[in-house]
């Protein structure tokens, strides 16, 4: 079993930048595909963002292209989810997911983080 904590989160203006962290601990976090939702309120969780177990291949929901990225360091069992140019619209409780596999897409996942809060302020 996988422990995932993220960190990042806050409040920032329309236009602003923020990064979130996932910190992962449990399991080899190299050999595992890893992936960003998030959940606004009254909706349901959303796909945002994956990469594969070595980084060499990402995917991202069509609301965030362009200006989110993912990316990890496996040396620091961590994923990153760099967020540019943020709007309203991007309000959400944003979750850390590690797959059961090591190539995207995802597939099913084996861990949830317990989520960081980001509110974007028009």
């Known amino acids: 079993q996988v422990q995932l904590v993220e960190s990042g989160g806050g409040l920032v203006q329309a236009g602003g930048s923020l990064r979130l962290s996932c910190a992962a601990s449990g399991r080899p976090f190299s050999r595992y595909a890893m992936g960003w939702f998030r959940q606004a309120p009254g909706k349901e969780r959303e796909f945002g963002a994956a990469?594969?177990?070595?980084?060499?291949?990402?995917a991202y929901a069509d609301s965030v292209k362009g200006r989110f990225t993912i990316s990890r360091d496996n040396a620091k069992n961590t994923v990153y989810l760099q967020m540019n140019s943020l709007k309203p619209e991007d309000t959400a409780i944003y979750y850390c997911a590690g797959s059961t596999r090591s190539a995207l897409p995802l597939g099913p996942i084996a861990s949830w983080g317990q989520g960081t809060q980001v509110t974007v302020s028009s």
């Open positions: 990469i594969s177990w070595g980084g060499g291949s990402t």
